[in-house]
């Protein structure tokens, strides 16, 4: 069983020669060198671009009946919410930062002490259904 | 003279996130050029170092999310990619150890990889990667004892 602190701690790579003693001078001289100015046409695309969308956004949603965030989402199709999970880059360090963690939580989530939730197959199945009706109300 | 003090912290901030040399000279080139132009409104009360490590760590963040989009490339490609590059990396993948251990930090995430590069390799404070990383300390500690746990797991995998 290898554990991390068996292995030497060392930086894996390696610097070109010589790489440390130029890179001040180029850094310098991107510095010195005056940005293009950008083309009228891109500063257009840039900033007109969103502002025109947002205002269109803005119409719409100014113009339908106000519902709350709740109201909004059980209008989602369960499925469609299960698959915008399942696609969504979502992992446990985003729900983390998301989580106002105590400090005893932490300290148990570093310890190793926090208990695994298991669910066995009738537990899962009456969770799916769960979550299936609430889509449904 | 802030390029000269901090350019190797920069660079292998950078260069163990990025892996390639090349982008960890872009990367690198641009925080400084970021600090240039934002030096005129560095508080200091802030301490220039954690300051100037944000800075380092968002463009590293950025750089990555990027290089996904240019590409199109799902977390799982970009991983192969890397890794492919960890195999040509000639100070690597002599060492069947390290080049194991490189490639067990790319199957983290970038955030939690950019957290153990930190504690692991440049042995910071969780406070101070608070400061740097703009996440409380709780987080980053469940982060860093989940990404050990990973990591050995991919170690001990056959």
């Known amino acids: 069983m290898i554990r991390l602190d068996e292995i030497p701690k060392k930086t ?18 991107r510095i010195a060198t ?30 339908r009946p106000e ?3 709740e109201e909004m989402l059980a209008r989602v199709d369960s499925e469609q919410l299960v698959a915008y ?18 400090p005893a939580e932490a300290e148990a989530i570093e310890q190793g002490t926090m ?15 769960e979550f299936d009706s609430v889509g449904k109300q | 003279m802030l390029v000269r003090t901090y350019q190797q912290k920069v660079y292998w901030l950078a260069r163990k996130m990025v892996i390639d040399h090349d982008d960890a000279d872009d990367v690198t080139q641009e925080v400084f050029i970021k600090v240039h132009k934002a030096i005129d409104g560095f508080r200091e009360d802030a301490q220039l170092y954690t300051w100037l490590y944000r800075i380092a760590t968002n463009e590293c963040l950025t750089f990555m999310k990027k290089k996904r989009r240019r590409f199109f490339l799902p977390i799982g490609d970009a991983e192969g990619e890397l890794s492919e590059k960890i195999e040509a990396t000639p100070s690597v993948s002599g060492d069947e150890v ?10 983290l995430p970038d955030k939690q990889r950019l957290v153990f590069n930190l504690k692991y390799y440049e042995d910071m404070s969780y406070e101070q990667m608070a400061e740097v990383t703009g996440t409380s300390e709780g ?9 050990v746990k990973k990591i050995e797991d991919f170690l001990n995998r056959d």
């Not at chain 1, 894996?12 to 001289?29: H, M, T, W």
């Not at chain 1, 696609?87 to 983390?96: P, Q």
């Open chain 1, 12 to 29: 894996p790579f390696e610097a070109p020669e010589g790489y440390f003693d130029k890179l001040p001078g180029r850094i310098q001289a």
């Open chain 1, 34 to 63: 005056p940005e293009p100015a950008m083309a009228w046409g891109r500063m257009a695309l840039r900033y007109a671009l969103p502002v025109t969308v947002l205002a269109v956004a803005a119409f719409f949603l100014w113009s």
């Open chain 1, 67 to 69: 519902l709350s965030p």
């Open chain 1, 85 to 102: 999970l399942q696609e969504a880059d979502l992992n446990t360090d985003d729900l983390l930062e998301a989580v106002p963690l105590e």
């Open chain 1, 115 to 129: 208990e695994e939730i298991t669910l066995d197959d009738l537990d899962l199945n009456l969770l799916l259904d």
């Open chain 2, 98 to 107: 390290q080049k194991k251990l490189q490639k067990a930090l790319l199957t």
């Open chain 2, 139 to 147: 987080a980053l500690k469940a982060s860093y004892h989940h990404a």
